[in-house]
């Protein structure tokens, strides 16, 4: 069965806090939280950086969930002009960021960019447990 929810979060700080509850909700309501923290931590990693790196003044970018068996595939979509690649360099031992894609990388399944005619999706895929099967699972 696929399932699939987005919504779309202004161009503040604060929308990465709404990212992560919003992303928390869906996947409770899927009944998928095996991989509730990884998937929590991949959309503050790439909510941040389209914030700081996609998308313009008074635009929006958008956080889509999809659900497709065991796999969850989370994609945030910003309107920037920006080309982006996921070969990010190794972030210099000093700084304090620079890491975020390199954690998504290590945590995801899959990971990669989409190019849109206007802006780009970055996007993860995480294989997951169904309700059905972990709780089948878990009564053995």
């Not at 941040?48 to 003044?57: C, D, K, Q, S, Y």
């Not at 969930?65 to 969850?72: M, Q, V």
């Not at 304090?96 to 998504?104: D, H, Q």
């Amino acid at each position: 069965m696929l399932l699939s929810r987005h919504r779309r979060f202004p161009r503040s700080r604060a929308s990465v806090r709404d990212a992560r509850a919003f992303v928390r909700q869906v996947l409770t309501g899927w009944g998928h939280t095996d991989r509730l923290d990884d998937i929590t931590l991949c959309v503050s990693e790439l909510a941040t950086n389209a914030l700081l790196h996609g998308v313009p003044p008074g635009r929006e970018y958008r956080v889509s969930l999809t659900l497709d068996g065991s796999a969850i595939r989370l994609a945030v979509r910003d309107s920037g002009d920006r080309q982006f690649g996921i070969d990010v360099p190794e972030a210099d031992p000093e700084a304090c960021s620079g890491r975020g894609l390199r954690l998504a990388r290590e945590v995801a399944d899959d990971m990669g960019v989409t190019q849109d005619v206007v802006g780009k999706s970055v996007w993860v895929v995480l294989k997951t447990v169904s309700a059905s099967e972990g709780a089948g699972k878990a009564a053995c």
